[in-house]
């Protein structure tokens, strides 16, 4: 009897979790078709759909970057900051001691990892809004700054979405997020594909 319970407790902290993640999921994707202001999104949507290495970029945000979109950056930011902070270990005895130090140690390194997604989020997002400037409205610097710090409140944002379903949901949320932006923008391109396809059967059928 109070296995079945125990098992029974399991099932439901286990549909709770993956409950939550779908959740997170969802609103994933709800952000990934909210637009920077001030910004024509079509002209940029005609550029990435032009078949080149924007497209495979446009992927791994699960089709937020061509939508331009508040996620256009997608945890990207996040994911360099991490890799720089693992070199550091290397050169920086502070960084390495941390690493040793256990739990608090990792507290230490997630803060300072935090800290560098915002930084080289800006600078990326900065870069971003410059170099899709002809699609910018009003290309000013305080659109360029505004767009810059949209897109940083958006990693950010998906940052802290990833850590929650780390605690509360199933698996890493970061790797989630990422498979996640993946898997949806290849259903795209399934569909998109399957369109043309039965679009281009039809005329030669018709011819």
Same mark, same amino acid.
């Given at each position: 009897?109070?296995?079945?319970?125990?098992? +029974?407790?399991?099932?439901?902290?286990?549909? &709770?979790?993956?409950?939550?993640?779908?959740?997170?999921?969802?609103?994933?994707?709800? %952000?990934?078709?909210?637009?920077?202001? %001030?910004?024509?999104?079509?002209?940029?949507?005609? +550029?990435?759909?032009?078949?080149?290495? @924007? %497209?495979? !970029?446009?992927?791994?945000?699960?089709?937020?970057?061509? =939508?331009?979109?508040?996620?256009?950056?997608?945890?990207?930011?996040?994911?360099?900051?991490?890799?720089? +902070?693992?070199?550091? =270990?290397?050169?920086?005895?502070?960084? $390495?001691?941390? %690493?040793? $130090?256990?739990?608090?140690?990792? =507290? =230490?390194?997630?803060?300072?990892?935090?800290?560098?997604?915002?930084?080289?989020?800006?600078?990326?997002? @900065?870069?971003?809004?410059?170099? @899709? &400037?002809?699609? /910018?409205?009003?290309?000013?610097?305080?659109?360029?700054? @505004?767009?810059?710090?949209?897109?940083?409140?958006?990693?950010?944002?998906?940052?802290? /979405?990833?850590?929650? /379903?780390?605690?509360?949901?199933?698996?890493?949320?970061?790797? !989630?997020? /990422?498979?996640?932006?993946?898997?949806?923008?290849?259903?795209?391109?399934?569909?998109?594909?399957?369109?043309?396809?039965?679009? !281009?059967?039809?005329?030669?059928?018709?011819?």
């Amino acid at each position: 009897m109070l296995s079945a319970l125990a098992n +029974l407790s399991q099932v439901t902290e286990l549909r &709770r979790k993956i409950l939550f993640t779908l959740a997170m999921f969802v609103v994933f994707r709800a %952000g990934t078709h909210i637009p920077v202001p %001030g910004v024509n999104a079509s002209m940029i949507e005609q +550029l990435f759909n032009s078949g080149n290495l @924007l %497209g495979l !970029l446009d992927m791994f945000s699960g089709g937020a970057l061509s =939508k331009f979109s508040v996620f256009a950056m997608s945890i990207t930011p996040y994911i360099n900051a991490s890799i720089i +902070l693992q070199l550091l =270990k290397v050169v920086v005895p502070t960084l $390495e001691q941390w %690493g040793k $130090e256990g739990v608090e140690g990792q =507290k =230490k390194i997630t803060k300072v990892t935090r800290y560098g997604t915002v930084l080289l989020g800006f600078i990326q997002a @900065l870069g971003m809004a410059y170099g @899709l &400037r002809m699609a /910018i409205n009003d290309p000013s610097i305080f659109s360029v700054l @505004l767009i810059a710090i949209t897109l940083t409140a958006g990693t950010v944002f998906l940052m802290w /979405i990833g850590e929650q /379903i780390t605690a509360k949901g199933v698996g890493n949320g970061i790797s !989630l997020i /990422i498979f996640a932006g993946i898997v949806s923008r290849s259903s795209i391109i399934d569909g998109t594909n399957t369109v043309s396809y039965t679009h !281009l059967r039809a005329h030669e059928t018709d011819q």
